[in-house]
């Protein structure tokens, strides 16, 4: 590249940033949402980094075109973004050719490169399919999008290292690799699942119908396979030259799945007894307006919107996240907004209103405390001891308890300090990005909420897009699934988006139909085939009405969950123990 045009690609895309990021500060001293501006911002400091990086490293420009083609194609495959999920089975293809191309120049191992062109092609596909994440904490955003590229070089640093070790195996370990990645991350404190390669088909149901069998890993095995195979054919033309009959197989691959899908897609026939379930849209923006209104008037709008909606026929109503608080869980049926909504509930006595609140437990004397236990010195010297909880209950007229769900799976930062045992010295700085230090309490197990209607999951926001997680309400009798989220802190982009089409995986997998309530975003309800019926708008405070089938029916999934997962987990480590001994053993000394 001309020097000229190098250097002025690093201050232009440097300006763009600082106006974007001024911008953003501009708007936020306003009380104003920032929308489509951290995807320019980070984009451009990103852009300008890398052509900075060139000024003093300088390389293969082919190389960094390659892996930047292969970080959109990975990226604009993603939902919401373009209509082209098929571009993810050859969004690696770039990577393995650079990895290709680096192994042979190199003559082996070169694992500083491979993570350079890696790295960079993981940051631009988290920002542009991620960088949403922003719009709720800035620097929190910034710490998800580049820590989550990192952690995605993990399994690629794997693969070229068994290439070197065990060549015939290499792409055999990059698929086991990186299903275990996925899989890893789906489980642990750090976790951020949302680019699994299996979500990428989210917006597309009628396309992975067998993920009743497979889950999103079937999914993900789909396109890493893919990928190897169109490397492949890349790899036999510049050899051969190019032969349209080695396109078959990769392209076989690619169609047979989702023919086989479109079949169970047209054949399927819904199962379970109806019922009629109403759910609410608030619409309260989170930054600014939710958490300063006053609850009384939330409650009023609550009730404006539901009183259309029910009948002497509705069975659930189904309102979002958090939607009241802060409420003690021993003292529920005595808080001013659950005593507001008793006339509702005793006009209509066969309705069971099911909610998000923010909560709290108290910790009794002697009770052994938990993880995320607090205390308080209160006026009178004594210690209060108790837990913040994300939660759902279930509301119902003449009711002497009331059913609390405590969210468990949690976002990382908001509601969770992850390894806080091993990280403790950065708990300032936590508390600086508005984290949280203690957490919020959990629950061991899923639990389900019951009535004379059935049996339903309740599922809080995060907790929606863990695919083996929600087959533990199902394993525990949820006939239905609940979804309690709130969509707002991500500004009307392509974030609440996604996470609406996540619930059609989750349907698909349980084969629940799904009732969605988002304070703002989408709500909406999804059959158990996946499609998405009756979508609100975002920014609208509305509600809405259906039936929807409660079912019994257990899938294969339901019962063994992510079990290409675990495989490719289990093959991971056989992979690395052959890779360390053969690293260790001289070549001319082995067998």
């Excluded at 995986?505 to 139909?513: G, N, Q």
Aim: hydrophobic content about 50%; overall charge positive; aromatic content about 14%.
């Amino acid at each position: 590249m001309n020097k000229t045009i190098h250097y002025a690609g690093i201050v232009l895309f440097t300006l763009l940033a600082v106006y974007t990021g001024y911008d953003m500060a501009r708007l936020g001293g306003l009380g104003q949402l920032w929308g489509y501006r951290p995807l320019w911002c980070l984009l451009s400091f990103w852009a300008a980094t890398v052509l900075a990086v060139k000024v003093f490293r300088p390389g293969s420009w082919d190389k960094l075109g390659l892996a930047t083609a292969g970080g959109v194609l990975l990226a604009v495959g993603f939902p919401d973004i373009l209509p082209l999920p098929w571009l993810l089975m050859v969004g690696f293809v770039p990577l393995l050719i650079i990895e290709d191309w680096i192994s042979r120049e190199k003559g082996g191992r070169s694992l500083g490169a491979v993570f350079r062109y890696s790295y960079h092609a993981f940051v631009l596909w988290n920002i542009i399919a991620t960088y949403w994440v922003a719009n709720t904490a800035f620097v929190a955003g910034i710490f998800a999008i580049w820590v989550n590229a990192l952690l995605m070089t993990v399994p690629v640093l794997l693969f070229h290292t068994t290439r070197w070790a065990m060549p015939k195996l290499r792409y055999a370990a990059l698929i086991c690799y990186w299903l275990a990645f996925e899989y890893v991350h789906l489980n642990w404190e750090l976790t951020w699942p949302w680019l699994t390669l299996g979500n990428g088909f989210a917006e597309y149901p009628s396309l992975v119908q067998w993920y009743e069998y497979t889950g999103v890993f079937g999914g993900s095995l789909w396109v890493l396979l893919s990928n190897v195979l169109f490397f492949k054919v890349w790899q036999a033309a510049r050899a051969k030259g190019w032969k349209a009959a080695g396109w078959l197989r990769p392209a076989l691959w690619v169609v047979l799945p989702m023919s086989i899908s479109l079949a169970l897609y047209l054949r399927f026939e819904p199962n379970g007894e109806e019922r009629e379930v109403a759910v609410v849209q608030p619409n309260f923006e989170p930054h600014y307006v939710k958490f300063k209104m006053p609850e009384k008037e939330q409650i009023e709008r609550f009730l404006a919107l539901s009183e259309p909606v029910i009948s002497e026929q509705t069975d659930y109503l189904v309102f979002p996240e958090t939607s009241f608080g802060l409420v003690n869980t021993a003292a529920i049926l005595s808080y001013p907004a659950v005593k507001a909504l008793s006339p509702l509930l005793e006009k209509y006595p066969e309705l069971n209103l099911v909610t998000g609140i923010d909560g709290y437990h108290e910790f009794r004397e002697g009770e052994p405390l938990t993880r995320a236990a607090r205390m308080v010195v209160r006026r009178g010297g004594d210690t209060l001891r108790y837990e913040v909880l994300n939660a759902a209950i279930q509301l119902n007229a003449g009711q002497q308890e009331v059913p609390v769900y405590r969210k468990s799976k949690l976002v990382p930062g908001p509601e969770i300090f992850p390894f806080k045992e091993l990280l403790f010295f950065l708990e300032p700085l936590v508390d600086r990005l508005e984290g949280t230090t203690a957490g919020v309490g959990t629950q061991a197990e899923r639990s389900v909420l019951e009535s004379p209607a059935g049996r339903v999951a309740p599922v809080i926001c995060y907790e929606s897009i863990f695919g083996e997680y929600v087959t533990g309400y199902v394993r525990k009798g949820a006939q239905a699934v609940f979804i309690m989220t709130n969509d707002g802190w991500w500004d009307n982009t392509a974030g609440h988006r996604q996470h609406l089409y996540m619930a059609s995986l989750r349907a698909i997998e349980t084969r629940r139909s799904v009732a969605r309530s988002a304070n703002t975003g989408v709500s909406a309800f999804i059959n158990q085939r996946g499609d998405i019926l009756q979508p609100t708008r975002y920014g609208e405070a509305t509600a809405i009405r259906q039936r929807i089938y409660f079912s019994d029916r257990v899938t294969f999934y339901v019962v063994w969950g992510d079990l290409i997962a675990r495989i490719a987990l289990f093959g991971s480590a056989l992979l690395l123990l052959n890779t360390l001994v053969r690293s260790l053993i001289p070549k001319e000394g082995r067998a």
